[in-house]
């Protein structure tokens, strides 16, 4: 009787997979780089599948703001990325998927609709946590330093 308990409880536990923190930490690491390369100054964060901050890389004259939106914009491809399929922050607010028009999804703890986050995904589409960037001169550009970043990484998102 005992093997059938514990077999049955084991069905009730949930397991998820995140990136360890080297992984991380390289992954924000080269965004910062790729935006230094071009002269901007970012903070990039990432995010684990609690949607809490696994690693913040800060460039040496970013803004002080630049911590918070960067971990907002992260959260935000994390948790709405993975509600509605989209891999960009980019990509929710061409969908209008930030919510009504009064952007009372704006006002949620932690949610930013700018440019500037990217779902970070493993190869069968399942969502791992998340990246933000901020402090380029536009969220077009801090998510075309995350992208390449991401994109540099993929690959080992098993």
């Known amino acids: 009787m005992m093997a059938a308990t514990g077999s049955a409880s084991a069905q009730h536990l949930v397991t998820s997979q995140k990136l360890d923190w080297e992984t991380a930490t390289q992954l924000a690491t080269d965004a910062v780089r790729n935006c230094a390369k071009q002269g901007w100054s970012i903070t990039a964060a990432v995010v684990d599948p609690s949607g809490h901050e696994q690693v913040i890389i800060k460039g040496d004259t970013v803004p002080l703001q630049s911590l918070s ?20 922050t980019s990509a929710l607010i061409e969908a209008k998927l930030s919510g009504p028009a009064n952007g009372a999804l704006n006002t949620v703890p932690e949610v930013l609709f700018i440019p500037g986050g990217v779902t970070l995904r493993k190869a069968d589409r399942t969502v791992i946590g998340g990246i933000g960037v901020s402090g380029a001169p536009g969220g077009d550009k801090d998510e075309a330093c995350a992208l390449a970043a991401v994109k540099k990484w993929q690959s080992t998102f098993h």
Do not use: H, L, M, P
Not at 77 to 83: C, H, I, P, T, V
């Open 69 to 88: 939106v960067s971990y907002r914009k992260a959260y935000t491809a994390f948790s709405y990325g993975q509600a509605f399929n989209k891999d960009t």
